[in-house]
């Protein structure tokens, strides 16, 4: 039998995360398009970060080839040859409501995401700065930088919507995390993720 889970945050009922998750008013929409083999994660960060933004959507899916973006100054959340610095974004006046489109999932299923769908694909693009480190501190980062999706989002809307912070969107990751590694034992925990002697 399931276990009975909070239809909002869909944790299970012990572990729901329901009143870490603040209301946070951002200036710039967010709209994460979430892989379907993330939706059943234990973290599922997107889901946290839809529900902890007044100014966010969150679309399950591989196929995003109608979506209808041309009302925005939309800016693909994602590395690529022509991508443009969250500052110099910041800096860019914009004649439509900007929104960031955010993919969520593997690096791998992301690719695969854009591959499948040309109009995002097309989108300019904007990345993060270099050196974030990652508060996951259960799993190695696939690649120097590699944030979890909640994490991103944050470092992007700072630095979008400044002087106004989003850290506080922070707070049902860490208490996620901290309870992962209180499952496993700390003993257990710095054994396997400890700092390396």
């Known amino acids: 039998m399931s276990r009975a889970r909070c239809p909002r945050c869909e944790r299970p009922l012990n572990h729901c995360l329901c009143a870490l998750i603040p209301r946070l ?24 970060a839809m529900l902890g933004l007044t100014n966010a959507e969150l679309m399950v899916g591989e196929d995003f080839s109608d979506l209808d973006l041309s009302a925005w100054d939309a800016w693909l959340l994602f590395p690529g040859e022509s991508a443009v610095a969250l500052a110099e974004l910041a800096a860019r006046p914009a004649d439509k409501p900007r929104l960031l489109v955010v993919p969520d999932g593997t690096w791998r299923k992301a690719r695969k995401l854009l591959y499948l769908n040309p109009n995002l694909a097309l989108l300019p693009r904007v990345v993060l700065p270099e050196g974030l480190t990652s508060r996951y501190r259960l799993r190695k980062a696939p690649a120097e930088g590699a944030l ?26 860490d208490a996620l995390i901290d309870g992962q590694i209180a499952a496993i034992g ?12």
């Open 25 to 48: 008013d951002n200036r710039t929409r967010v709209l994460l398009l979430q892989h379907p083999s993330e939706v059943g994660h234990a973290l599922n960060t997107a889901r946290l």
């Open 148 to 173: 979890s999706t909640i994490e991103a989002v944050v470092q992007a809307l700072d630095a979008l919507d400044a002087p106004r912070s989003h850290v506080d969107l922070l707070r049902p990751f």
């Open 186 to 197: 700390e003993e257990t925990f710095l054994r396997n993720h400890g700092p390396r002697r």
